[in-house]
């Protein structure tokens, strides 16, 4: 059997299987699929994604991309007992197939739910404030992000089969990129299970998932401006393939990463932040058997305790660990996901100890382990790794620094000072995370000024939340997850950042009424539309541009006292004339912000029910001109930004207000956030 690819709207598999790689369980060695690319298309898959993906995804908005990551999230829970099924077969457990499988899904919940919140519902996407570039304000700038023409290709590494891949996708989707997603060979039908779920629920648009299940050769020379890499894997693979990348291709990666984990001089045996820090260590070296990217690679602890760190953690291992076939449901930890990977982890260890490295938890040897039967022996063809710990003392060569055992192994390394501590955790040469155990805000200060540019991510770990992080080696695709230097220099995730990965973006220069036009989104000096109040209709015939201006209303100093006794707001600029004029900003007693506000309410609304369903904040408020006594005000709101939701019954409007004085003094600029009825 050779494992099919998903290429141009329909399966494919090669004409016969030879040179096919042969993918074995992990746990048993005996064979579950094989891999071949013999005779694939790769040109043909890109034309399709550039001509029909990009169709498919242009038709939608941010947020109608945005609905379909949440649908493909629930088609893919709705049936993910069997991806965690098949995934035992690699050697995850059911936590490993949690970090990998629901963390995958998380991810596609994550972008759906910020795709809505926080990109419009329209195809640009705008980054800053408008930039004012003549006096008069008829030429303006704007930073304009726009979606890449191109197919995003997407190369994986095989410890993360399904969230690598969607880490990827969900971005690019959301920006309106059609990807190709490479898997790599030891765990492709993995990922190639949850293709076909998406495929089989009728949820992809026609030409914006595409998969190849094994190599792809060549692929570098077919790709063209507009087009963009990104590859999760090891350094030196980035480095070779980033070689290969023709110029005007984005190429991002997210590499190997020697990550620290730093427990702090206050953090002694027997306090709960020794205890988090221990058990956040035994859970990087054993969940998927090590084999993650932000795995603790080195432990880097106060010399006198490093004894005390390797005994808990020797403790907490015997007391937790049982290592064995992921199908049997004692076992907490699988093999590597096979020989070959084995071998090279062995290799890693070795390069340590030839180092000077000393065992001080495990050992090379092949454990005994539990069998899917629930039988306990021998480690036979299964490609089992034991959890080990190699001490160094501060003056530790470089190759701890440098070399990654790709599976259940850490170095734990003394230091005798903070500053020391924070050169080890950088001679990482850049990592993907760091994490720091301590309850002492002097030293996460110190600590977090020396190794963030170092970094991409640091987590301190102190008694308040040991129970509630979510942990040293889980990204989250809020936060940015990528680093510096050696880690590759990407940032995958990160929210709506990650999104712009697959986006161009562009100053974009011209009048106000050009930039509304180009951007949906009105800009002072655009053309405006006065009549009908803008609050009597709904969604379906609001445009932007559409105006109310007020009549002007005097303030006087009743209502300066009324307001201040009715609120409690007695601050002596709005009470104590002499104490007023002494202030550098007023000429004497002057109305509350708070007030000028509410009397611009007062002044632009229409009153009776309608479409406008409520206020549900303001943005952006400065006060300019303090009004005083006897001053007048007026308001000038226009619909500026205009965004229906999908799948509700109203939408978003904001607004952009302007109270100004009687000699055209700006007292006040804000934006009104409402909410409208579609109808
Ligand atoms: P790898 O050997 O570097 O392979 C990564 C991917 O590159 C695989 O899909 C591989 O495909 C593909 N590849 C290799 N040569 C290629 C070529 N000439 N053209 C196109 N594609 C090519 O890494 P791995 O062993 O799969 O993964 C383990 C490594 O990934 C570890 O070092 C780990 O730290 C790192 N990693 C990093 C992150 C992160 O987010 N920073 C996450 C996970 C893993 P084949 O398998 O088909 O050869």
Redesign the pocket.
């Known amino acids: 059997m050779i494992l099919a690819s998903y290429l141009q709207g329909q399966w494919w598999t090669p004409a016969d299987g030879t040179g096919a ?1 042969v993918v074995r369980d992990a746990s048993t060695g005996a064979e579950i699929t094989r ?1 071949s690319t013999a005779g694939v298309d790769l040109d043909g898959a890109l034309q399709y994604a550039r001509a029909v993906g990009q169709r498919s995804l242009g038709a939608l908005t941010f947020h109608q991309r945005a609905l379909l990551l949440k649908q493909f999230a629930q088609a893919l829970t709705a049936r993910k007992g069997e991806l965690y099924e098949a995934a035992k077969g690699s050697g995850a457990t059911a936590r490993d197939s949690m970090i990998d499988v629901d963390g995958g899904i998380g991810v596609l919940f994550t972008y759906s739910s910020k795709g809505r919140r926080e990109l419009p519902n329209a195809h640009v996407y705008l980054d800053g404030p408008t930039e004012q570039l003549s006096k008069d304000g008829t030429f303006l700038g704007r930073h304009v992000y726009t979606r890449l023409p191109g197919v995003a290709v997407q ?6 089969p399904t969230w ?1 891949p969607l ?1 990827k996708f969900a971005p690019a989707f959301l920006a309106g990129v059609p990807s190709l997603i ?7 039908h993995l990922t190639e299970a949850w293709v076909r779920i998406l495929v089989e629920s009728g949820l992809v648009p026609d030409g914006t998932l595409q998969l190849v299940s ?4 060549g ?2 020379d077919l790709l063209r401006l507009g087009d963009a890499v990104a ?8 480095a ?2 980033q070689a ?1 990348t023709p110029g005007g291709v984005r190429f991002t ?5 020697i990550n620290a984990s730093v427990l702090g001089p206050d953090a002694a045996p027997g306090t709960p932040v020794f205890d988090a820090f221990v058990r956040q260590l035994m859970v990087e070296l054993t969940a998927k058997a090590g ?5 603790i690679r080195r432990a880097i602890v106060p010399a006198g305790m490093m004894d005390a760190v390797a005994d808990a953690l020797r403790q907490k291992i015997a007391e937790k660990v049982v290592i064995g076939d992921p199908h049997a449901d004692a076992v907490t930890m699988g093999p590597v ?1 096979s020989r070959a ?1 084995r071998d ?1 982890v062995l290799r890693g260890l070795r390069t340590l100890t030839d180092a000077g490295g000393r065992m001080l938890v495990g050992s090379a040897d092949a454990p005994d382990v539990v069998r899917a039967d629930g039988t306990t022996g021998p480690a036979g063809d299964g490609a089992f790794v034991a959890p080990m710990l190699v001490g160094f003392d501060a003056d530790a060569p470089d190759v701890v620094h440098e070399v ?1 055992a ?1 599976g259940p192994v850490s170095a734990l390394i003394g230091y005798s000072t903070v500053a020391e501590a924070a050169d080890l955790v950088n001679r990482g040469g850049g990592s ?1 995370v760091t994490s720091v155990a301590t309850d002492d805000p002097e030293v996460a200060a110190e600590l977090m000024t020396r190794i963030a540019p170092y970094n991409g991510r640091v987590l301190f770990l102190d008694t308040a939340d040991a129970r509630t992080s979510t942990g040293h080696g889980s ?1 989250v695709p809020h936060l940015v ?3 510096p230097g050696r ?2 220099g ?1 940032e ?1 995730l990160g929210g709506v950042r990650a999104v712009l990965h697959f986006m161009q973006r562009t100053a974009v220069q011209g009048s106000p009424a050009m930039l509304t036009a180009i951007t949906g989104v009105w800009h002072p000096g655009a053309p405006v539309a006065e009549g009908e109040h803008p609050f009597r209709k709904p969604l379906s015939r609001l445009r932007v541009g559409d105006r109310i201006a007020s009549a002007p209303r005097e303030v006087t100093l009743d209502d300066i006292e009324t307001f201040a006794h009715f609120t409690g707001d007695t601050f002596y600029a709005h009470m104590d004339e002499d104490a007023a004029a002494a202030n550098p900003f007023f000429p004497g007693r002057v109305a509350h912000g708070y007030l000028l506000v509410s009397f611009a309410a007062g002044l632009f609304v229409d009153p009776d029910p309608g479409p406008v369903l409520a206020n549900y904040g303001l943005e952006d408020l400065r006060f300019g001109t303090p009004v005083s006594p006897g001053d007048s005000i007026r308001v000038e709101l226009t619909a500026k930004q205009i965004t229906p939701r999908e799948t509700d019954e109203y939408g978003e409007v904001r607004w952009d207000a302007v109270i100004r004085n009687q000699s055209d003094e700006l007292v006040a600029s804000y934006d009104v956030l409402t909410l409208v009825a579609k109808e």
């Open positions: 790689t891999v190369i994986n590494a095989f410890n993360f690598g880490e490479k898997p790599a060979t030891p765990t492709a094994g190599a792809v050769p692929v570098f590859f999760t894997g090891s350094a030196s693979t980035a070779a393939l290969q990666s997210e590499t190997d990463s084999q993650k990217c932000t795995a996901v990977q090279e990654e790709f993907l990204p997850h990528g680093g880690a590759g990407g995958e």
